[in-house]
């Protein structure tokens, strides 16, 4: 039976299910059999006997989980970040937006070497794995150090090197290379993206540019627009249109396109965003929102109604502090009952659709992860819920979006291979990650240079 040999078999759990309308179940006791990186079945069996279940006695594995009393869900995709700013978590604290891109993370970010994103990819890398991250959609600077990151740490993402135009043509034509460059890399697990940084710092002419490469490549792209109402209005003031009318007019949402935050979305945006519903994500990242004073969240009630996803995210942690996608959920789900006047609107189930196949959408990965399925890429997380915070489930949703946190995580597995088992971390070294980047922070956080990478002006 050895070349029948299962790569990995989870048995005993609990597992999140979808419908074919979608609509997020539970069944207990549950078998996973993992070949070749593939879900090759889900099987409930009868309550397990002294000698196993069924499927548990039939499947020979090379590894296998005993996960009684934990809950398998899809892993968490963090649909918007910048890794390797955790070297920054803390440095810009309780400023406005203005202030924080002018004063101190464009100076500091001038000084940016490959090395730093390299260390702090690693580091964020470790954070997302133990808080059951399994993919994150990367948008920074020096990107095949995040790449080769991933390629070593086993995680899936979707990278693309941000620009602005103040780099010139460069800063597009290196973009375009790395998409080119780095697609499919790390056995598969890496896709690429388009990704000048936002409609207020890439001009009009070079979006048109960006979209024409985009469909001529066939890759998507991923940007920052309308990420607050006061862009929204300046660009109005300024130009007569919304951020996302620029993107209409540029051609960008004419190609697959996640857009970042999005909080300051208008109604006059809702029919242009209405023509492209099935081209266009929005990822939200509602800590940052809260952090910055934002008057407006992303209008995820509006979305929802026009059919576009929304994934949920982090940014990068020089604003969120936290590259932790579980507590998006919980406040995605708690902004959207405060900002709507409706307790019964995003219920945890809502919230768990977001953060399984909406954020799997997101990210263009609607139809290889994001659900526990047979035929879907392995990317599977462990949630002991024995804790005296989760106990007793009454109702299981509830308890895993509100209750739950992300160090219940016990078990991250990404393509059928297990990246921490019982909490420890088995692809990344933190302690030594940690003291090279605390050698770097010198260098990295001068600022006495008077330079910046950009300047915020919206
Ligand atoms: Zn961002």
New binding site residues.
Partial sequence: MSDSRADLVITGCTVLVHDDQERIGFEENATIVVRDGVIESVTTGPAKTEAGTQAETEVEAGQRIDAGGQVALPGLVNC?T?APMVALRGVAEDLPTEEWFNDVVWPVESNLTEKDVELGARLACAEMIRGGVTCFAD?YFSMDAVAAVVAECGMRAHLGEAYFSSQGPQGREKSVEFALRQRGAADGRITTALAPHAPYTVDDADLAATAELAREHGLPVHL?ASENRDQAETSLARHGVTPIEVLARTGILDTDVLI?HATGILDRDLPVLRDVTGRVAVATAPRGYLKFAWPTTTPVRALHDLGIPVGLAT??AASNNSLDVWESMALTALIQKSTTGDPRWLTSRQALHHATLQSARAVGLGETVGSIAPGRRADIILVDLTGPHTQPVHDLAATLVHSARSSDVRTTIVDGRVLMRDRELLTIDVPTVVRELGERMPALLDRSHGKRVQEYNT
């Fill in positions: 918007h910048h948008h920052h970042a940014d990068g």
